[in-house]
C-alpha cells in the first residue's frame, strides 16, 4: 500500500512538472510573442512557462499589478488572470459584498477572464468572523466560498 501510495505521489509530482515548465521566450512562437507585446506593451518582469499545451506568461504592469495569461498555439488568448483594485469591481459584486459579508473587507483581489465569462477571487478579512476566499461573477453571484 505504502509503495502504491509513493508510486502516485511520484507520478502527480512528475506531471505537475510537465505541466508547468518555465521555458524562455526565444521558445515562444513568434506570433505568440508578438501578440503578447501587442496586448500589453508595458508589460515587465515576464516569464514564459509552457503548462499543457498553452504558453503560460507572468508579468507585471503599472505600479507591480500581476497578471498571468494563457496563449494557445494560434496566440488567442485563452484566460488572463490580473490583480485589480476594489474600484474595478462591477457595483452588483460590491452590493453582494456588502448584503452577505458584512463587517468583511476585501484583500488579495483578481479578475480572472476566460473567454466571455469573469469570474472575481478575492480574500474577505474580518476581526470578527473567519477570513474567507470567495469567487463571483460579474451579477455578485457567489460561485465559490471557503474558509481561509
Do not use: C
Not at 23 to 46: G, L, M, T, W, Y
Amino acid at each position: 500500500m505504502k509503495k502504491q501510495l509513493l508510486g502516485i505521489g511520484l507520478f502527480i509530482g512528475l506531471l505537475w512538472n510537465v505541466q508547468a515548465q518555465e521555458i524562455p521566450q526565444r521558445e515562444v512562437p513568434s506570433v505568440i510573442v508578438n501578440q503578447f507585446h501587442q496586448q500589453f506593451s508595458k508589460a515587465s518582469d515576464v516569464e514564459w512557462e509552457m503548462d499543457g499545451k498553452l504558453y503560460s506568461v507572468e508579468f507585471e504592469t503599472n505600479w507591480g499589478l500581476d497578471h498571468e495569461v494563457w496563449y494557445a498555439a494560434d496566440a488567442t488568448m485563452q484566460r488572463h488572470k490580473e490583480d485589480i483594485d476594489v474600484t474595478q469591481l462591477p457595483k452588483a459584486v460590491v452590493s453582494s459584498i456588502e448584503e452577505q459579508f458584512d463587517g468583511y473587507t476585501i484583500d488579495d483581489l483578481e479578475r480572472i477572464t476566460e473567454g466571455k465569462e469573469v469570474v472575481y477571487k478575492m480574500e474577505l478579512k474580518s476581526t470578527h468572523h473567519q477570513d474567507l476566499k470567495v469567487v463571483m461573477n460579474a451579477t455578485g453571484k457567489v460561485l465559490l466560498k471557503t474558509i481561509d
